[in-house]
């Protein structure tokens, strides 16, 4: 995941600490690998041997597993009744772990439900599971917003409040594949 760094003005990789990485230059593309005899596991300022373009690497040090995704899911201020909820709108759903979510939404969704940090929403989606899929309506709260470099998009990044729902079981068989 990249994203702008505040302080630096410079693109920030984020990384699972290791002893090997691979690295994506955020400016030109070009892949390397850097290989350590201990695991990396704090922030450092590196520049692309090809561009000679400056960003940062910072580890990604989450407590559960995070899981790429790139599913359709709508978002609403309340509880969806069946396929329908009056109000929801359309975002995408670009990761999942066992305690949160994140997902691309317009900006036009952001202001038509008022959604800023600490707002609880249902963001409901279906899961592809073999040639089925199974819908799940998740409750959650914003922990953090920031928009998305180059498009009129916000990333939403949200922590779910009933981990004990049967929603978030299936979703955790979800991950497990």
């Known amino acids: ?9 410079l693109p920030v990789i984020f990384y699972y600490p290791a002893v090997s990485l691979t690295l994506q230059c955020p400016s030109c593309g070009l892949e390397s690998v850097i290989t350590a005899k201990k695991p990396i596991n704090r922030r450092a300022k590196a520049s692309c041997g090809k561009c000679k373009k400056a960003f940062i690497i910072q580890p990604n040090v989450r407590k559960l597993f995070r899981k ?3 599913l359709a899911c709508k978002v609403s201020l309340k509880s969806f009744a069946g396929e329908k909820s009056k109000g929801a709108l359309n975002a995408q759903l670009v990761n999942v772990s066992g305690s949160g979510l994140g997902v691309v939404a317009p900006w036009k969704v952001i202001d038509l439900l008022s959604l800023e940090v600490g707002v609880s929403i249902h963001v409901c989606f279906a899961i592809p599971k073999g040639t089925t899929q199974t819908v799940v309506d998740i409750k959650c709260v914003i922990r953090n917003m920031f928009p998305q470099k180059g498009s009129n998009k916000t990333i939403v990044g949200l922590e779910i409040l009933d981990n004990d729902c049967a929603a978030v079981k299936k979703l955790a068989f979800f991950l497990w594949n």
Request: no cysteine; net charge negative.
């Open 1 to 9: 995941m990249t994203k702008q760094d505040e302080s630096a003005g």
């Open 68 to 70: 790429d995704v790139d």
